[in-house]
């Protein structure tokens, strides 16, 4: 069965210093993987997603993300953090192609220290 | 810009009542889904449509129903709501069969049920 797996429930860095988050997946064709990111008592806003080609994709706010089929992993990383880059990031797999579902991630909780 | 809203962002009610949550998107979107997200389990899918008066369950679709009578609109409905459906309630939208499956996600009902 196809799952995502988050292995880290709270990351804290402190501003500036870089960021990479974790996402592994169980999938037997290739997937499309999906970044969001949740602000507190906001809905899933799209970071970046992959589909096929370049396996470094770039997404919005500074953010990028490696596909790497031999880990099964699409980590996101962030060079520098930012304080308001404090939120929940969600990592999702499209799963089973013709039915547009998505798998979830249980999610990162990311706290920025000033 | 793709645009979902949602009837209400919070929503206060008792065991026993019937509830409609409402979702509208403005995109033309065939998919149309309903989230439930607790801390810790993610998000998890309740039911999603895609198409007018069509309906799958989704992994927890106990205790919910849904309605979709036109393309831009996706109901989410608690027959007889109890104290376990307290929740944040998120609904997304995607196309379907254009190759872009993204989700995009209105900005959530936190429901309280007394």
């Known amino acids: 069965a196809q799952s995502v797996t988050q292995p880290d429930i709270h990351i804290t860095v402190s501003e500036g210093a870089s960021l990479e988050l974790r996402c592994n997946y169980s999938?037997?064709?290739?997937?499309?993987l999906f970044w969001y990111v949740q602000s507190p008592g906001q809905g899933l806003q799209l970071l970046l997603k992959?589909?096929?080609?370049?396996?470094l994709v770039q997404g919005i706010k500074g953010f990028e993300a490696e596909f790497k089929r031999s880990q099964s992993s699409f980590n996101l990383r962030k060079p520098s953090v930012h304080w308001s880059d404090a939120a929940e990031y969600f990592c999702?797999?499209?799963?089973?192609?013709?039915?547009?579902?998505?798998?979830f991630g249980t999610g990162t909780r990311l706290k920025v220290l000033a | 810009d793709v645009k979902v809203t949602q009837s209400s962002r919070y929503l206060v009610k008792r065991t026993g009542e019937k509830v409609f949550l409402e979702c509208v998107q403005d995109?033309?979107?065939?998919?149309m889904f309903w989230y439930r997200q607790d801390p810790g389990l993610g998000l998890r899918l309740i039911y999603f449509?895609?198409?007018?008066?069509?309906?799958e369950k989704g992994d927890i679709p106990e205790g919910y129903s849904v309605s979709r009578e036109k393309k831009e609109r996706f109901s989410l409905i608690l027959e007889s709501a109890s104290t376990n459906q307290t929740s944040m309630y998120l609904c997304?939208?995607?196309?379907?069969?254009?190759?872009?499956?993204?989700?995009?996600f209105g900005p959530g009902t936190r429901l309280l049920v007394l």
């Open positions: 997304a939208s995607s196309h379907r069969g254009t190759g872009d499956e993204t989700q995009y």
């Open positions: 999702a797999v499209g799963a089973d192609s013709g039915t547009y579902k998505y798998i």
């Open positions: 999938y037997g064709a290739t997937p499309y």
């Open positions: 995109m033309d979107h065939e998919n």
């Open positions: 992959y589909f096929s080609g370049d396996t």
């Open positions: 449509s895609y198409d007018v008066k069509m309906k």
